[in-house]
Nanobody, 126 residues
């Protein structure tokens, strides 16, 4: 069972940057898809970004395209989410997820992923 742990959240001013990390233990995440989702209280998780196996293709929600970058370090079994030009509407609980058998048509759906971290809070405010 892959265990995921996010870090890097916190308070940042509008226009600022932050890098989130998703460290995996108990198994490799190199052969599957890792996604980032965000969630506001009382709302469902929404897709942010995903990266395919072996550092392959990346996909983004329209709302973050051009501002966020997802990447992976297979040697460290870790995936990163670099967030630039942050806006107040980016405030949310950010969670990473891993799915060994996720296919392209399913990357935006939380139910496609079998392993989740606890999340890290990102607050964008002046």
């Amino acid at each position: 069972q892959v265990h995921l742990a996010e870090s890097g959240g916190g308070l940042v001013q509008p226009g600022g940057s932050q890098r989130l990390s998703c460290a995996a233990s108990g198994g490799t995440i190199r052969t599957g898809v890792v996604g980032w989702f965000r969630q506001l209280p009382g709302q469902e998780r929404t897709f942010v970004a995903a990266i395919f196996r072996n550092g392959g293709h990346t996909y983004y929600a329209d709302s973050v395209k051009g501002r966020f970058t997802i990447s992976r370090d297979n040697a460290k079994n870790t995936v990163f989410l670099q967030m630039n030009s942050l806006k107040p509407e980016d405030t949310a609980l950010y969670s990473c997820a891993y799915g060994a058998g996720v296919i392209l048509s399913s990357i935006r759906y939380p139910t496609a992923y079998g392993n989740w971290g606890q999340g890290t809070q990102v607050t964008v405010s002046s």
